[in-house]
């Protein structure tokens, strides 16, 4: 059974970091892609950054560019955020996912990123 399980989320005022991780078990996901989307109230789920898992290629949101890294432990199966420079406009609830990019089969329960002004 796979599972992804998020953590690291919290309160953190504007210009503050924080690292999300996902814990991925379950199957080997040398073949896939693994990323993380938001979404905030009110309003859709967006794609936030991605990581080829064999290669390490990593993709990003052009909002996230520069403030936010996407990383991967393959001995530890688990998947970071790096989050720096935080905005109020990056509150929402953050969702690791694994899966091809027209595909996301697998998805965590997420967890709450909150930047106060």
């Known amino acids: 059974q796979v599972q992804l399980v998020e953590s690291g989320g919290g309160l953190v005022q504007a210009g503050g970091s924080l690292r999300l991780s996902c814990a991925a078990s379950?199957?080997?996901?040398?073949?896939?892609?693994m990323g993380w989307f938001r979404q905030a109230p009110g309003k859709e789920r967006e794609f936030v950054a991605a990581?080829?898992?064999?290669?390490?290629?990593?993709y990003y949101a052009d909002s996230v560019k520069g403030r936010l890294t996407i990383s991967r432990d393959n001995a530890k199966n688990t998947m970071y955020l790096q989050m720096n420079s935080l905005k109020p406009e990056d509150t929402a609830v953050y969702y690791c996912?694994?899966?091809?990019?027209?595909?996301?089969?697998?998805w965590g329960q997420g967890t709450q990123v909150t930047v106060s002004s």
């Open positions: 990581i080829r898992w064999s290669s390490g290629t990593r």
């Open positions: 996912a694994a899966g091809v990019p027209s595909s996301y089969e697998y």
């Open positions: 379950g199957r080997t996901f040398s073949n896939y892609y």
